[in-house]
């Protein structure tokens, strides 16, 4: 029996999105959240992490250090902090285990924990299941949600962020190590919204000036009304098409909300942007994929 159906099939082409329950184990879902936890304990934190506010040059310094941070992290392992974590000497405020937005964005390429999930047999057998060809793995994160202070991700779609021509060759699957909840910050959708294109994009801008990305056109503005809520369970994972409108609350709960994402694209007759913030390079060229 297919991990994925047919009515499954119908369900994320017709609205953009769909719910499948039992990728992973309860079990496989804990190793990969001890493994983060690991990780984080041996993580050395970057300088311009702990770069203080004291005059508008270090500003300027860690803003661009920010950046150069970002923008040349698809193809490294690279820790990405909440805000107010440190004090003005750069130690930590919180706990370093509750300090982490997300850790991205290859972690699909040299964690081989999280390689195993991303090739695995069910993921290549739904990739196959929606007809993808030559599907490739462009990045990887695990979102941490953090429990009161795990910030809200407005509405928006993937492909302002990744790009191609054309449109629609993009899928993320978003899956939950722990139950994502209306409380602690699951995903909305609005069904059907795939359909309309996009209206925003970020690209890079020209080399040696900052900031390093901008943002053409503008994100439409939603009726609240249409966003249909998506609980998952521990486990599940969500396909989302590259233009479907999504985003998730804050969360105000006293329980993370563990996530492992990555994005795929269909590779046949398919141009990546070379305006897309994240670009393959030499080291690590959008590995395929299908292993077999």
């Given at each position: 029996m297919d991990f994925m159906t047919?009515?499954?099939v119908q369900k994320y082409l017709e609205e953009g999105y769909v719910v499948?329950?039992?990728?992973?184990?309860?079990?496989?879902?804990?190793?990969?959240?001890?493994?983060?936890?690991?990780?984080?304990?041996e993580m050395d934190v970057p300088q311009h992490c702990r770069t203080t506010?004291?005059?508008?040059?270090?500003?300027?310094?860690?803003?661009?250090?920010?950046?150069?941070?970002?923008?040349?992290?698809?193809?490294?392992?690279?820790?990405?902090?909440?805000?107010?974590v440190f004090d003005d000497k750069g130690d930590f405020i919180v706990p370093k285990q509750r300090s982490l937005n997300k850790v991205g964005h290859a972690?699909?390429?040299?964690?081989?924990?999280?390689?195993?999930?991303?090739?695995?047999?069910?993921v290549q057998g739904l990739a196959r299941k929606l007809g993808l060809v030559s599907p490739v793995i462009l990045q990887s994160m695990f979102i941490f949600k953090q429990p009161g202070i795990g910030g809200e991700v407005t509405p928006h779609?993937?492909?302002?962020?990744?790009?191609?021509?054309?449109?629609?060759?993009?899928?993320?699957?978003?899956?939950?190590?722990?139950?994502a909840t209306e409380n602690n910050g699951c995903l909305w959708f609005i069904p059907h919204s795939h359909n309309s294109g996009i209206s925003r994009r970020m690209v890079r801008t020209p080399k040696g000036t900052y900031p390093m990305t901008d943002f053409t056109g503008r994100e439409q503005t939603y009726n609240e009304q249409k966003f249909l809520v998506a609980p998952v369970k521990k486990g599940s994972v969500v396909l989302i098409d590259g233009e479907v409108v999504h985003r998730s609350s804050e969360n105000t709960s006293e329980d993370s909300r563990h996530v492992y994402t990555f994005h795929i694209m269909e590779s046949q007759d398919t141009r990546w942007s070379p305006e897309n913030w994240l670009q393959p390079t030499e080291e690590l060229p959008f590995p395929q994929l299908y292993t077999k």
């Open positions: 047919d009515r499954d499948l329950d039992g990728l992973l184990t309860p079990q496989e879902c804990d190793e990969l959240r001890q493994r983060m936890g690991d990780m984080v304990e506010f004291s005059t508008n040059h270090d500003e300027q310094l860690k803003t661009q250090g920010n950046a150069d941070y970002f923008i040349t992290s698809g193809d490294k392992i690279r820790f990405f902090f909440e805000k107010g972690l699909h390429a040299y964690e081989p924990l999280y390689k195993q999930v991303t090739h695995s047999p069910k779609q993937d492909a302002t962020f990744l790009h191609t021509e054309p449109l629609g060759r993009v899928m993320g699957l978003w899956i939950a190590l722990e139950d």
